[in-house]
């Protein structure tokens, strides 16, 4: 993190925080979340010193102030903790909505825009209790929120849009239609300024009217932007540059080059502090790629990763004749509820007992009790065999000798935790157990779209058009997989006679973070459509939804607004 003076010079010493996201600036403090450690960063902006770290929940987004309270919207487990800004911790949980990625504080209320569920959450400041049932329904993928000029203005990073809510009503006016993927959003008492993510332009829009005004040009990968009295602040985290737009003319009057790629941003006094992460300069060229797998999907360097040693459910393991996972936190059941390490061990003794391994009498057989299991499964216990901690959510397997697939075998779908309570029987009929794939079917619109409800960790998923040529709007993780029907798995049913989707290839990029994701323009996710006459798959990778590369007039070519 560092402080940028209104000239674009920087003042004093960076401050490492890790792995920083969002900023606010308030009691008198510069408040930065981590959204890998699940931490809150009190600094000093006087000193540069570090005050506080303070534990709040999972894959922190967004912060925002009220007096001396701190609000924190943990994107991994859908709550908002509360911090006490006088003693330092935090007081107070609150659940929100699915995926909150940001923040914002005003109007009578702490807004919440939750990517996950389309909808903005309001919680009283002085309880600290939601006033909204059920969360204010917007568009699609709020990504960016702001309290200012009489009311709360939320980005809606699918659509394209911007929505107006009244605080006196709790009801969100009709969309401004802005550029393409519009994130950050900031607001001024004369205009309301929209950071587009993957258009590379910033939008101004007139509140009273709600007319787009202008139209500028930027870097690449604008996402925060904050406002002052001189100058609107966007961060270009793709091109790591910061640009500053004069608010009159709307053009930009300079564009800093950071070296690193800018995160958040947030206005303290006359400066504005700069959160960044490393970024691969782009005048990086050479090196050599050696290949040590027969297996790699090919020589690019971004394809060029293995999906068990890149999981998606767990966040570490160990080799050998030891195997020690954790878990990683957020991930629940189709029902909601948290799933635990012991979940493990009890899906892989049900696999022993009803599932296909129970066929294969050597499947498992490398892990301590597993042939017992087989031999005798009314008395099947892999508790020497799989070690599990709950509270620190570690799963320990013990072999009793090598078995050089072991991880592949962990990696295939017939592996499933299973809930306390889960019978050790087939089941063939509803209630099945719930599921734990990263993505269910949460809204179904006949021959218009299918929208795929994620994980809290995990980005949401729209697809669009008819089942015979759905359109990926927005791209998955690597190595996210789907969710499996049969034993210790559920599948929610789509509309009768309509062929099943099933997410069926991964990312080309690099595994990203915990923390919000962001396009990259070779993402893709292929389907294949199940129905009872046969299966098929679309030719070609499907669509997706790209950012484009940097416009021509940035960012000290001459540019104009459009």
């Given at each position: 993190m560092?402080?940028?003076?209104?000239?674009?010079?920087?003042?004093?010493?960076?401050?490492?925080?890790?792995?920083?996201?969002?900023?606010?600036?308030?009691?008198?403090?510069?408040?930065?979340?981590?959204?890998?450690?699940?931490?809150?960063?009190?600094?000093?902006?006087?000193?540069?010193?570090?005050?506080?770290?303070?534990?709040?929940?999972?894959?922190?987004?967004?912060?925002?102030?009220t007096g001396p309270d701190v609000w924190v919207a943990n994107s991994g487990d859908g709550t908002v903790s509360r911090v006490?800004?006088?003693?330092?911790?935090?007081?107070?949980?609150?659940?929100?909505?699915?995926?909150?990625?940001?923040?914002?504080?005003?109007?009578?209320?702490?807004?919440?825009?939750?990517?996950?569920?389309?909808?903005?959450?309001?919680?009283?400041?002085?309880?600290?209790?939601?006033?909204?049932?059920?969360?204010?329904?917007?568009?699609?993928?709020?990504?960016?929120?702001?309290?200012?000029a009489g009311a709360v203005w939320v980005a809606n990073g699918e659509d394209g849009t911007v929505q107006r809510i009244d605080p006196a009503t709790d009801q969100a006016d009709g969309p401004v239609y802005v550029g393409s993927g519009p994130e950050g959003i900031a607001v001024t008492p004369g205009a309301v300024w929209v950071a587009n993510s993957l258009d590379l332009t910033v939008s101004k829009i007139d509140p009273a009217t709600g007319a787009?005004?202008?139209?500028?040009?930027?870097?690449?990968?604008?996402?925060?932007?904050?406002?002052?009295?001189?100058?609107?602040?966007?961060?270009?985290?793709?091109?790591?540059?910061?640009?500053?737009?004069?608010?009159?003319?709307?053009?930009?009057?300079?564009?800093?080059?950071?070296?690193?790629?800018?995160?958040?941003?947030?206005?303290?006094?006359?400066?504005?502090?700069?959160?960044?992460?490393?970024?691969?300069?782009?005048?990086?060229?050479?090196?050599?790629?050696?290949?040590?797998?027969?297996?790699?999907?090919?020589?690019?360097?971004?394809?060029?990763?293995?999906?068990?040693?890149?999981?998606?459910f767990a966040t570490a393991y160990d080799g050998g004749m030891t195997y020690t996972f954790t878990l990683r936190r957020g991930i629940r059941y189709s029902n909601g509820l948290v799933v635990r390490a012991s979940d493990i061990r009890r899906g892989i003794q049900r696999q022993l007992i009803v599932g296909p391994a129970a066929a294969i009498p050597d499947y498992w057989g490398g892990i301590l009790g597993a042939h017992a299991c087989q031999q005798h499964p009314k008395h099947c216990d892999l508790s020497t065999g799989i070690l599990t901690d709950d509270a620190t959510g570690t799963v320990t397997f013990r072999l009793a000798q090598a078995d050089p697939d072991f991880l592949y075998k962990l990696a295939l779908s017939v592996v499933a935790p299973a809930p306390p309570g889960a019978p050790d029987r087939a089941i063939s009929r509803a209630?099945?157990?719930?599921?734990?794939?990263?993505?269910?079917?949460?809204?179904?619109?006949?021959?218009?779209?299918?929208?795929?409800?994620?994980?809290?960790?995990?980005?949401?998923?729209?697809?669009r058009g008819p089942a015979s040529g759905l359109l990926v709007r927005h791209p998955v993780r690597a190595c996210d997989q789907p969710e499996k029907s049969g034993i210790g798995g559920h599948?929610?049913?789509?509309?009768?006679?309509?062929?099943?989707?099933?997410?069926?290839?991964?990312?080309?990029?690099?595994?990203?973070?915990?923390?919000?994701?962001?396009?990259?323009?070779?993402?893709?996710?292929?389907l294949s459509q199940h129905s009872p006459a046969a299966v098929r798959e679309p030719q070609g990778p499907a669509s997706c939804q790209l950012r484009h590369r940097s416009r021509p007039d940035h960012p000290a070519r001459g540019r104009s607004p459009r």
């Open positions: 560092g402080l940028i003076d209104p000239s674009g010079n920087r003042v004093g010493e960076p401050v490492s925080v890790g792995n920083p996201a969002g900023l606010a600036y308030g009691d008198g403090s510069v408040w930065a979340v981590d959204s890998a450690d699940g931490t809150l960063w009190r600094i000093d902006p006087a000193t540069h010193a570090v005050v506080a770290q303070i534990p709040v929940g999972a894959a922190p987004a967004a912060v925002a102030i006490s800004a006088a003693v330092n911790r935090a007081v107070a949980t609150i659940p929100v909505g699915s995926f909150p990625v940001a923040i914002a504080a005003g109007n009578g209320g702490v807004w919440v825009a939750n990517e996950g569920d389309d909808t903005v959450d309001r919680i009283d400041p002085a309880t600290g209790s939601l006033t909204t049932n059920g969360g204010i329904q917007v568009g699609g993928r709020p990504d960016g929120i702001a309290a200012g787009v005004t202008a139209t500028t040009g930027v870097g690449d990968g604008p996402s925060s932007i904050v406002a002052t009295r001189d100058g609107v602040w966007v961060s270009d985290e793709f091109d790591a540059t910061l640009d500053r737009i004069d608010p009159k003319s709307a053009r930009v009057v300079r564009a800093l080059h950071l070296g690193s790629s800018p995160q958040g941003l947030v206005v303290a006094g006359s400066g504005v502090w700069v959160a960044a992460r490393p970024f691969a300069a782009a005048s990086h060229r050479g090196g050599t790629l050696t290949v040590v797998s027969d297996s790699l999907p090919g020589t690019d360097p971004t394809q060029a990763y293995d999906q068990v040693s890149t999981p998606a209630p099945f157990l719930p599921g734990t794939g990263p993505y269910m079917i949460s809204q179904d619109r006949p021959k218009a779209s299918v929208t795929l409800r994620a994980q809290p960790v995990l980005p949401p998923v729209v697809l599948r929610r049913p789509g509309r009768p006679g309509a062929p099943s989707l099933q997410l069926r290839s991964v990312s080309r990029g690099p595994v990203p973070g915990p923390g919000p994701r962001r396009p990259r323009a070779a993402d893709r996710i292929c």
